[in-house]
């Protein structure tokens, strides 16, 4: 008599991006582990663009967070303001790439948000069904009183 035998359960593994690169603005960084502060801001790593590792992986879908410095702390994300819908990034990781463009950019408040603003930042850094790339950083570049939030979803093979 055959026996059955159990199929085990697919798991996703959790890649870290490595590398996010948009040749328009000069952004050519590695990326390290973002970690959540006391204060519930994220510690970047100096000169890193920052992953939040509660965001998706590389290449298995999801909300992907990426957060960086625009004017300390080796300034990542300094031209990321220059960004606009259409441009192009290229984010690898274990010998991969992945193509993006931008579809998205924003700017939310910070300091003195309204509980609408506070949840509208808190939409872009929450798991989604669709696949993307979130990049946030401070706003304007002599403070930190906004965020900017560029969205960029996966380019088309071809």
């Not at 870290?16 to 502060?37: E, F, K, M, T």
């Amino acid at each position: 008599m055959p026996v059955a035998t159990a199929q085990a359960p697919q798991v996703r593994v959790q890649v870290a991006p490595q590398r996010i690169v948009a040749l328009r603005i000069g952004l050519d960084a590695a990326i390290g582990s973002a970690a959540a502060a006391a204060d519930g801001n994220w510690k970047i790593p100096y000169g890193l663009a920052g992953w939040l590792p509660a965001s998706a992986g590389f290449g298995i879908g999801g909300n992907t967070v990426l957060a960086g410095h625009q004017n300390t702390e080796g300034m990542v994300f300094r031209n990321l303001n220059e960004l606009v819908p259409g441009d192009e990034l290229d984010v690898y990781a274990n010998g991969a790439m992945r193509k993006y463009a931008v579809t998205e950019r924003l700017i939310v408040p910070m300091w003195y948000s309204s509980p609408a603003e506070q949840l509208l930042y808190a939409s872009f850094i929450r798991p989604t069904r669709d696949d993307r790339l979130t990049l946030i950083s401070c706003w304007p570049f002599f403070t930190n009183s906004h965020r900017l939030i560029v969205v960029a979803h996966p380019r088309a093979a071809g």
